[in-house]
């Protein structure tokens, strides 16, 4: 594992593009990154109500640009004028049942949004490192026990899925096109795509998923109703994720030629666990709660069984996954309980979390 002080020295003094800094995963980058010394700069809408972003005050801790991916004359004129080192985009429409409600939306925000940045990162003139960050539901569900490789087909049964597929084909086809590995010498833009599975952490308040949806219910006094309990998903703390994001901008730093590729993210193998296991666990943490099944006639479809091989990830970047699903449930349900019950900072406890993570 890359140590604390060899991400700061990377780090410090970098220029990060971060789209989707308002978000779940985009406020635990900013706190990150901000804390390794790199100077970033966010473009989103503006953070939810409630949200981690908020919670930790982050427009202290970056510039803030609110736009929407969509504006492609704002974002070209953003990444004109900031001209980063590195971009991590993960600004998204990311969630499985809104996409149902809003499929073209999805598909202009996370297909049409991925080739506008793109586009801006043309604008670049220095050496630019891209990190497009999509999710494990590109493959092509097959729903069975293998767990899917980077060079397996890319598919999407729902909008969200298939929108982020459309995004790994918007990304391959800018890096055959504009920012080719062999012609590295006169772009210098390595471009490469994460496919991270289901993350938790604290902070998280969404609708409809499952952590928010745990605290929630527990806060409130109340049952937690469980959709499709005997869902099988690659779950794993925001921080292994982010870690991969921080470890691949190194390695292609050092190598951008090698590193331009696809590369999963998620638990070893026999950490992939279903979504009653999950609930039970966090219930337990919290020392109090229950949960109750409820399926609905006409449910929509959601993938059942999910794993990722994320060999690649472990052998050519030395990524390991660091805190086995247990402990990526304590460290979530500590970080709410210090939040909720124990008033402490939120931006306190998160970096309180990062340190953990890297000692
Ligand atoms: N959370 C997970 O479990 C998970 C798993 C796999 C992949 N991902 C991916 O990681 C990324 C971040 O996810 P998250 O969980 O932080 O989601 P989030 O909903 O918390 O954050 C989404 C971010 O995208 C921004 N955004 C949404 N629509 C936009 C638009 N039209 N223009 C500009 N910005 C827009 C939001 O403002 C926000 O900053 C997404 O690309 C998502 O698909 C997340």
């Given at each position: 594992m890359v140590t604390g002080t060899e991400l700061k020295e990377f780090f410090t003094?970098?220029?990060?593009?971060?789209?989707?800094?308002?978000?779940?995963?985009?406020?635990?980058?900013?706190?990150?990154?901000?804390?390794?010394?790199?100077?970033?700069?966010?473009?989103?809408?503006?953070?939810?109500?409630?949200?981690?972003?908020?919670?930790?005050?982050?427009?202290?801790?970056?510039?803030?640009?609110?736009?929407?991916?969509?504006?492609?004359?704002?974002?070209?004129?953003?990444?004109?004028?900031?001209?980063?080192?590195?971009?991590?985009?993960?600004?998204?429409?990311?969630?499985?049942?809104?996409?149902?409600?809003?499929?073209?939306?999805?598909?202009?925000?996370?297909?049409?949004?991925?080739?506008?940045?793109?586009?801006?990162?043309?604008?670049?003139?220095?050496?630019?490192?891209?990190?497009?960050?999509?999710?494990?539901?590109?493959?092509?569900?097959?729903?069975w026990y293998y767990p899917y490789r980077e060079n397996d087909h890319l598919g999407g049964y729902d909008p969200y899925s298939a929108s982020k597929a459309c995004a790994e084909i918007v990304s391959a086809s800018y890096r055959s096109s504009f920012f080719n590995p062999k012609d590295y010498a006169v772009h210098q833009t390595s471009l490469a795509t994460v496919r991270a599975g289901n993350v938790i952490g604290g902070g998280d308040w969404a609708e409809n998923r499952i952590i928010p949806d745990i605290v929630r219910a527990v806060s409130a006094g109340k049952e937690v109703t469980l959709r499709n309990p005997n869902a099988v998903r690659p779950w794993q703390h925001v921080l292994e994720a982010l870690y991969g994001y921080l470890l691949l901008a190194i390695r292609m730093d050092e190598n951008p030629t090698r590193f331009?590729?696809?590369?999963?993210?998620?638990?070893?193998?026999?950490?992939?666990?279903?979504?009653?296991?999950?609930?039970?666990?966090?219930?337990?943490?919290?020392?109090?709660?229950?949960?109750?099944?409820?399926?609905?006639?006409?449910?929509?479809?959601?993938a059942k069984l999910l794993r990722l091989d994320c060999s690649k990830a472990v052998n050519e970047l030395k990524w390991y996954p660091k805190w086995q699903a247990k402990q990526a449930i304590q460290h979530t349900i500590k970080w709410y309980k210090e939040a909720l019950d124990k008033n402490q900072s939120p931006l306190d406890i998160t970096r309180a979390q990062i340190q953990a993570y890297l000692s």
């Open positions: 003094g970098k220029k990060v593009f971060l789209t989707g800094h308002t978000g779940f995963k985009g406020a635990w980058m900013t706190v990150w990154l901000n804390s390794l010394g790199a100077e970033v700069k966010g473009y989103a809408l503006e953070a939810e109500k409630p949200s981690l972003y908020q919670d930790i005050n982050g427009d202290a801790l970056c510039e803030s640009l609110i736009g929407d991916i969509r504006n492609q004359q704002k974002l070209l004129e953003a990444v004109q004028q900031f001209q980063p080192d590195i971009i991590y985009h993960m600004a998204a429409q990311p969630l499985v049942l809104d996409a149902y409600d809003r499929p073209v939306y999805t598909f202009e925000v996370n297909a049409i949004g991925t080739a506008n940045l793109l586009e801006a990162a043309k604008l670049v003139q220095g050496k630019c490192t891209i990190i497009n960050i999509t999710t494990d539901k590109v493959y092509e569900n097959k729903e331009s590729a696809a590369y999963n993210f998620g638990p070893l193998f026999d950490e992939s666990i279903s979504v009653a296991f999950l609930v039970e666990q966090a219930i337990d943490e919290w020392g109090r709660g229950s949960y109750k099944v409820e399926q609905q006639a006409g449910q929509l479809h959601e």
